[in-house]
């Protein structure tokens, strides 16, 4: 069983909906990572956090908005999406930066009508 | 932006025959991390790699560092059916702190 947990598991959200997508590890990680996966398509690096600071922005949207409240929790707050921002949302953890080993949630379904 | 090349694309095999597929760069890579993703869910980390010319097991699985860095191998053996999934590869770019994932190899088995 992963020890990063994602809520929610799917979501369904219209273009003018707020909604956040949430996660959780309890390993003592200090580095935590959203990435974005398209169908048959690698994960993609959105967003980078070390010890609860934004290292890195993958030159993502600013419709996609990251918070990390402490070292255990990271959250996605989502604003006016497009369809196209329809993907599996995966949050991920390490010890450190940079990775030695990458730990992945399950990931949250998102679909945007 | 660097890539990682994986193959093959996809791989169809009978129960218990040994699988091969490797992830290469034109770039150095510092670290190579092997993952099977299924359907629907997170990838898992299987095996990793921190050293050129590192051979490393885990079960049924074994995965090397290449020598030049440039690449890595990851071989089933015996292959099972839960073995079914996407093989992505994870490489650690050479003096950056970003994980870039190879293409992914589409594995099938049958019984």
């Known amino acids: 069983d992963t020890e990063v947990t994602q809520t929610p598991k799917h979501l369904v959200m219209g273009m003018t909906n707020k909604k956040s997508l949430k996660c959780e590890q309890h390993?003592?990680?200090?580095?935590m990572y959203w990435y974005k996966q398209k169908a048959k398509k690698p994960p993609e690096l959105m967003f980078v956090?070390?010890?609860?600071?934004?290292?890195i922005n993958e030159s993502v949207p600013s419709r996609f908005s990251p918070e990390c409240p402490n070292s255990s929790l990271l959250n996605l707050h989502l604003h006016a999406l497009q369809p196209e921002d329809s993907a599996l949302y995966l949050c991920?953890?390490?010890?450190?930066?940079?990775?030695?080993?990458?730990?992945f949630g399950e990931g949250s379904r998102l679909t945007v009508l | 932006g660097q890539q990682l090349n994986q193959s093959p694309q996809s791989m169809f095999i009978q129960e218990g025959e040994d699988v091969s597929m490797n992830c290469t760069s034109s770039?150095?890579?510092?670290?190579w991390l092997w993952y099977k993703q299924d359907p629907g869910e997170g990838p898992v980390l299987l095996i990793a790699?921190?050293?050129?010319?590192e051979l490393t097991s885990n079960g049924r699985l074994t995965a090397q560092f290449g020598i030049t860095r440039k690449d890595s191998f990851l071989n089933i053996s015996a292959s099972i059916p839960s073995d079914v999934g996407i093989y992505f590869c994870?490489?650690?770019?050479?003096?950056?702190?970003?994980?870039?994932f190879g293409t992914g190899t589409r594995l099938q088995v049958f019984p």
């Open positions: 991920a953890s390490s010890q450190v930066i940079p990775p030695g080993e990458l730990f």
């Open positions: 390993m003592g990680h200090r580095a």
């Open positions: 956090y070390s010890y609860e600071k934004l290292s």
């Open positions: 770039s150095i890579f510092n670290t």
């Open positions: 790699l921190y050293k050129a010319g």
């Open positions: 994870a490489g650690l770019w050479d003096n950056t702190d970003k994980l870039i």
